[in-house]
């Protein structure tokens, strides 16, 4: 896999003013790096000198020693493939500038000016430094032993020759922090990573400014931030320093260094994340390219994915590398499961909002649903209960119907009974199996096949008693669908598929128990007396249940034990697995083979030694695999289910309302990517 380039943030050990023991010092990282398969090493500010050097730098001898340890370092370099960038004081015309200097194989690609000096609290640049320009001008090389000359300017953009997607822009600290910086330039005119040397010093909170910044800088302008920082040993005097280092891609901490931390932090940057996100986003709005654009050879490793063979010689198989990112391997969930009640709440609020909207238009204050006792029905009835409480609607107003059929089991059927009688709604039981039996004799149906239309008659009466009761009693028919099923087409088309308003619409079946729980968590935090605590201990209960429950339509009948026999997971595959591919597959348009890539690291024993959550699932590629053969070819074929799907809420980045975020043609077809998917299979 071709689309990573991994990217390193450095903070040294610094002898302030010993340029030597500087240069020293950096080496040891610079071998380091080229052992972690590092293409682009970031230092921090003024690394060569110090940057607490102050006015020593304005003395003639430590000019003179920098430049004698640069050249120590280019030689001691001139072999390494790495792409580094190091703050140094450089002296130009009888003036000093706050510089970066940028290097590759023991020559000096370009060199890079501050812009902004800082002049205020405990900083005064402008004692020293010469304001940086714009505009580029080329200089002797004072390096090079033959006249050779060398960019020197803010315009300047380091281009990978076999990469069109890796361009390197630079900005100094205080850059960051302005109201335009140089970032925003760079980014319109072209450059996807921006490297950023500082040395920014430790005061309470502004670790949280400065992550701030660089996630801001890295989200808005769709770009790889490498953010590094000076440590405490260039501390003294007045000011202390945290070596907080990051770097961030599209707005995400992908590593963060410790405070106080002097070492290395580094991690694998997805320029195909960069690169679709500036195509799909149309208000990013390029501008003239007027940088000065200087090529370089891009060192760049070649990935692969955790739990797969490679299909290559032993040797070439030594050149590959493992992935060293995180990959949330449940992305419609936080990452930390302390954040679960929050965004339980929040989900939960955005659909309650949406029906109160909808009953205040049409004036009805009345809703009507289908309730199976499982998880999607019960999310949709958490919902009506809400929202008629924020509306002061009566409870009695709620319909809830259960319509027990072939397939349904007593365990679901009661929890459906439960729930209703606990949360105060009106519950009505209508048994479906007589009128389906009556509409088999209908169309001559031999009812023992237990083929689709044993299954779709079903769901579709179920549809119709609930339409009809609507307009009998005058209530808003709320449809219960998920995400994930309408995703994959598994839903009987004008049955479960259709509805008046659908508030589950853009919710994905991973993230349902979750908002379960926070309804359930708010109403024990709401509770008054020992009846409402009871009553909710008991909902709390059921709510567990109806999460381990297996998700089932319940459509063909239960086995010898009367437990549930048809079970969608054994049918589709993990929804784990589905709902993964389908926020890839949609939020950023990988290609099959990189989602599959994807996958098996995302859910490999390494990554998920990273996972914060307790629900941590492990899939072999043969696995994830055969899951996404199913899902792209049901994401295709079941478009026209999705085509004239009901209104309903937008929750998050994720949708497929046809009027908003999926324009998709009904009759696409699929086979560009189940051919990727073949050529994976005859390489496993």
């Known amino acids: 896999m071709n689309d990573f380039v991994r990217v390193a943030s450095v903070s040294p050990k610094v002898s302030v003013a010993d340029p030597f023991y500087n240069v020293d010092e950096m080496l040891k990282w610079a071998k380091e790096a080229e052992k972690q398969s590092v293409s682009l090493l970031v230092y921090p500010e003024l690394a060569v000198s110090g940057y607490t050097a102050h006015d020593l730098l304005l003395q003639e001898s430590l000019q003179k020693a920098c430049a004698e340890a640069v050249g120590i370092f280019a030689e001691k370099t001139a072999d390494s493939p790495v792409l580094f960038v190091f703050g140094y004081p450089f002296v130009l015309r009888g003036k000093l500038y706050n510089t970066a200097f940028v290097m590759q194989k023991g020559k000096i690609l370009g060199i890079v000016p501050k812009k902004h000096l800082p002049n205020h609290s405990e900083f005064y640049e402008e004692r020293y430094f010469q304001e940086g320009r714009e505009e580029v ?91 590094t920082s000076a440590g405490p040993s ?156 924020l509306m002061g609607y009566d409870l009695d107003n709620i319909l809830t119907i259960t319509m027990p059929s072939f397939g349904t089991s007593k365990l679901t059927r009661n929890n459906a009974l439960e729930c209703a009688r606990l949360l105060g709604t009106e519950l009505r039981e209508i048994s479906i199996e007589d009128a389906v039996l009556q509409h088999f004799k209908d169309i001559s149906y031999d009812e023992t096949m237990r083929d689709v239309v044993y299954e779709n008659a079903q769901a579709r009466e179920r549809t119709q008693i609930l339409m009809d ?154 696995e994830i695999l055969q899951c996404l053969k199913v899902f792209y070819r049901r994401f295709f074929s079941q478009q026209f289910k999705r085509s004239c799907m009901p209104d309903g809420p937008k929750i998050g980045r994720i949708a497929l309302s046809p009027r908003g975020d999926l324009r998709q043609a009904s009759d696409a077809s699929s086979r560009v990517w189940l051919l990727e998917l073949e050529e994976i299979e005859h390489s496993l």
């Open 137 to 227: 001008e080329w200089i002797p090389d004072f390096l090079g032993k033959e006249e050779e000359w060398i960019p020197f300017g803010m315009h300047l953009h380091f281009t990978a020759e076999n990469e069109a997607r890796f361009r390197l822009a630079v900005e100094i600290c205080e850059d960051l922090w302005v109201p335009n910086p140089p970032s925003v330039t760079h980014c319109l005119m072209g450059a996807t990573v921006i490297a950023n040397t500082t040395a920014s010093d430790a005061l309470i909170r502004k670790n949280d400014s400065r992550r701030a910044l660089v996630q801001h800088s890295s989200g808005c302008l769709h770009n790889a931030y490498i953010y």
């Open 234 to 389: 260039e501390s003294t005097q007045d000011m202390v320093f945290s070596a907080h280092s990051m770097i961030a891609e599209n707005g995400k901490i992908l590593s963060e260094s410790p405070r106080f931390y002097e070492g290395m932090i580094y991690s694998d940057i997805d320029l195909s994340v960069l690169w679709q996100e500036r195509i799909k986003q149309n208000t990013f709005e390029t501008t003239e390219d007027s940088a000065v654009q200087v090529p370089f050879p891009l060192y760049k490793a070649d990935y692969e994915a955790q739990g797969v063979s490679a299909p290559f010689s032993s040797e070439k198989r030594k050149k590959k590398i493992s992935l060293k990112r995180f990959i949330n391997p449940m992305p419609f969930l936080p990452p930390d499961s302390g954040k679960d009640y929050e965004r339980g709440e929040e989900i939960l609020s955005i659909q309650v909002q949406g029906l109160k909207k909808r009953l205040k238009h049409i004036g009805a204050q009345k809703v009507i649903l289908g309730l199976s006792g499982g998880l999607d029905s019960t999310l949709a009835l958490f919902v009506c209960v809400e929202c008629f409480r």
């Open 469 to 622: 009761l609507a307009n009998k009693e005058g209530a808003l028919l709320v449809g219960t669908g998920d995400l994930s099923e309408s995703a994959l087409g598994f839903s009987t088309y004008n049955a479960d598929h259709m509805s008046m308003y659908n508030v589950n619409c853009d919710v994905p079946k991973t993230v349902i128990p979750l908002i379960l729980r926070s309804f359930v968590k708010e109403m024990e935090n709401a509770g008054k007396d020992s009846m409402d605590k009871e009553k909710v201990k008991a909902l709390k209960k059921i709510v567990e249940e109806i999460i381990q429950v297996p998700v089932s339509p319940e459509l063909l009948p239960p086995d010898e034990k009367g437990e549930i026999k048809q079970k969608t997971e054994e049918i589709l595959g993990p929804y784990v697995l589905h709902d993964f591919f389908l926020y890839m597959h949609l939020r950023y348009g990988f290609s099959a083979k990189k989602l599959f890539f994807l996958a098996c690291h995302a859910f490999s024993d390494e990554n998920m030694q990273y996972y914060k959550r307790e629900e941590k699932k492990t899939f072999s590629p043969k």
